[in-house]
């Protein structure tokens, strides 16, 4: 059978695949296809954009939203015949397996990342020198001691562009990357507040803290007032700072007692460990290494749902 729900979130599917019997709540349909269809050739009709905008066009009620089983029994689509139907499906849902097996792939990639990282900062694993020997003992130090601190200013102080010679970039600009902030949809030409490349940047109050949004500028940038900037000196490696801080989380650091916030006096005396600039560097490294492979694992994922789509629409319409 295939399950659909058309009370609230409305329109998501899969195809029961249980041996067992088991109950459904009220905001959840099943569809029983009779001999001549093939239950996973409609299954892939249900998820496609044809199908979402049927289902789409048919949802009553504004507080709450819901689709009736009269309205789920008059969808109209066009079949092919039952043998076509077969080999569509069978195509799609080896598509759906790849794409499975690449998702569990990249949450076994960021569980095992999670893992390594706690053993490196815990110190439980550790890097060796190129002769084999160990390194020296790890040095703790407040952060103010090897960051300078740097905070935002006022938009209103500069006139934006699309095109000029820096960014400026919002806390919301942090959503459009991962790890290395490059561009901006504001420029300015002025340079009042520029912060140089490399600085590890996040913002210093709201919930963006609680989600933890850590950035590294490749490029030298302006930050808006809500956002700041730590400046590595000779002591830390920029990417060793920013991996550290991803894995404390700024909800650590912050003052999270009404609005969360960052100011210089959380920074200034917040405990980090530091090893040698060399072991530094081969953590980093290390730990960039395994986010180029789920960033790679990502883009093969987004690229066959993009794909998939297209095959959808091409073999719906």
């Known amino acids: ?47 496609s954009d044809i199908g979402q905008k049927e289902i789409e066009s048919q949802i009553a009620g504004q507080a709450l939203r819901r689709i009736t089983l009269h309205k789920i029994n008059n969808f109209e689509f066009h079949f092919p015949t039952l043998l076509e139907q077969s080999k569509i499906a069978t195509f799609l849902t080896a598509v759906d397996e790849k794409l499975q097996a690449l998702k569990k792939k990249k949450s076994l990639l960021e569980v095992y990342k999670k893992g390594v990282m706690q053993k490196l900062f815990s110190q439980e694993l550790r890097f060796k020198r190129e002769d084999g020997k160990k390194f020296g003992d790890w040095e703790e130090k407040q952060l103010g001691e090897v960051v300078k601190i740097f905070s935002g200013n006022s938009p209103s102080l500069y006139q934006q562009k699309q095109s000029a010679l820096n960014p400026f970039i919002k806390v919301e600009e942090l959503n459009n990357c991962y790890k290395y902030q490059l561009i901006s949809r504001n420029y300015t ?24 949004k850590v950035r590294i500028n490749i490029v030298p940038l302006i930050m808006d007032s809500n956002l700041m900037a730590l400046q590595c000196s000779e002591k830390i490696y920029f990417e060793f700072l920013y991996y550290f801080i991803d894995y404390e989380k700024l909800y650590k650091i912050a003052d999270t007692s009404s609005i969360p916030q960052i100011n210089n006096k959380h920074i200034e005396p917040y405990k980090i460990n530091l090893p040698i600039k060399e072991e530094q560097t081969l953590i980093a490294n290390f730990l960039s290494t395994l986010d180029e492979k789920i960033n790679h694992t990502q883009t093969e994922i987004t690229k066959t749902e993009v794909w998939k789509k297209g095959l959808l629409q091409k073999m719906f319409v």
């Open 1 to 47: 059978d295939i399950l659909l729900t058309k009370d609230g979130t409305i329109g998501q599917s899969c195809i029961n695949e249980l041996e067992i019997e088991f109950s459904l709540l009220s905001s959840v349909a099943f569809i029983r296809t009779l001999s001549n269809y093939s239950n996973y050739f409609i299954y892939q009709l249900i998820v």
């Open 189 to 212: 030409n002025s340079t009042k507040g520029l912060i140089n490349k490399n600085c590890v940047i996040f913002p210093k109050r709201g919930a963006a803290i609680l989600n933890n």
